[in-house]
Every structure is written in structure tokens, then in C-alpha cells.
């Protein structure tokens, strides 16, 4: 099946921003991509909001960008025909958004760093994979693309592992994965599908009164 526009356009984004990191360190000058596509407690403390934003299309690495636009393709092709595109599109972008505040947040008062830049659409997308998850709980995903479990399974385990990696993060260990990010992001899908579905039972209630 053919990803729906709004899909096609937000992968084509992160593959420019991707193809605009490879110019910059081509041509030997990445500070203007580090100024604008970095988001951290000191980008916004300099009053470089959009790097809240920027940075969610934002990839400089080539196995980053295949893992979250493969992911991104799947689970947003899906949201996408359930929310509607525009919905679906303000959706990506508050996830998006909610992903690096969180990073920053994070970074600042807990990890004590606040230089410690991130990037990439992972926020974004574990809002995505969070509400499809609570939204279709018995679904099948795949877990590292390869052991299937329930949704909600998935969504707890996802959730579960960023937890875990933060704390190991905030004691001087853990990798470099953005788990405050995810968190963030996921944090965005979980209130979207709380709203939703308050709002469906309050129609409901409405027809049929």
C-alpha cells in the first residue's frame, strides 16, 4: 500500500534535513545545522525555539533515518487514514514538539547537561506507536522488527525500556538513545488518546440524549 501525502511529505523532510547534513560536513561547515536542527536546554535558553520542532525532522546518521522513516511509514500510514491528514500532521508536529521539550527538561534538571543536544524523529513516532497502541490493543507489532506481540505489550515494553534507559542515563551510563524523547513523545500519544476518547463518549452522550 502506498503511504498516504502527509506521510510521503514528512519523510521527504527528514531525508532533505538528512541530505543537508551530509552537504554541511561535505563542505566542512555544520554550524549552522548544529544551530538549527539541535535541540537542548541551552538552544532554547539562546531563544532558538524551532530547534523544538526543527529537530524532529532533523538526522545525521544513516541508520537513525531508515529505522524512523521505515517505522514512521508503517504506524503513520495507518494514523494517518484513522485521524485524517491535517489531524494526523498537527499530531506528528506536538509529538514532535513534546519529544524535545521533554530531552530538554530532562537534560537540564535531572541529568545536570545542558548542552546535551538531540535529534531525530523518535519522539514524534513514539507518540504514533503509543496512540495506535491504545487505540488498537490487540494488534499485532513487531518488537526490533522481528517478535511479534499485542500492541499493548509493545507500547508497555517500549515504555519500559526508555524508563529504564533514562535512569541508567541519569546515574553516568546507558547509550545515547533520546529515552527522554521517546518519553515525551509517548507522554503526547497517551494524553491525545485519553482526549479523544472523552470526547467520543461525551458525543455519544450527547446523541443519545
Not at 69 to 75: A, C, E
Not at 131 to 152: H, Q
Request: positive net charge; hydrophobic residues 55%.
Amino acid at each position: 500500500m502506498r503511504a498516504p501525502k502527509i506521510v510521503r511529505l514528512i519523510i521527504f523532510l527528514n531525508i532533505l534535513v538528512f541530505m543537508l547534513w551530509i552537504a554541511a560536513a561535505y563542505l566542512g561547515n555544520v554550524s549552522f545545522m548544529m544551530d538549527h536542527f539541535l535541540v537542548s536546554w541551552n538552544s532554547l535558553a539562546e531563544g532558538r525555539i524551532w530547534t523544538l520542532v526543527t529537530s524532529a525532522f532533523s538526522h545525521n546518521a544513516i541508520f537513525h533515518i531508515v529505522i524512523n522513516m521505515f517505522v514512521l511509514r508503517g504506524f503513520g500510514s495507518v494514523m494517518s487514514l484513522e485521524m485524517g491528514e491535517k489531524k494526523f500532521l498537527f499530531f506528528y508536529l506536538l509529538a514532535g514538539l513534546g519529544g524535545s521539550l521533554a530531552h530538554s527538561l530532562v537534560a537540564e534538571f535531572w541529568m545536570h547537561q545542558p548542552s546535551l543536544p538531540a535529534l531525530g524523529a523518535s519522539g514524534a513516532i513514539a507518540g504514533i506507536i503509543l496512540y495506535f497502541s491504545f487505540l488498537f490493543p490487540e494488534e499485532k507489532i513487531l518488537i526490533l522488527g522481528i517478535i511479534p506481540v499485542r500492541a499493548m505489550w509493545g507500547a508497555v515494553i517500549l515504555v519500559a525500556y526508555d524508563v529504564w534507559g533514562l535512569l541508567e542515563q541519569t546515574r553516568g551510563g546507558g547509550s545515547f538513545i533520546g529515552h527522554g524523547a521517546h518519553l515525551g513523545g509517548a507522554a503526547i500519544g497517551i494524553c491525545w488518546f485519553l482526549i479523544a476518547s472523552a470526547t467520543k463518549r461525551g458525543q455519544n452522550r450527547g446523541d443519545f440524549n
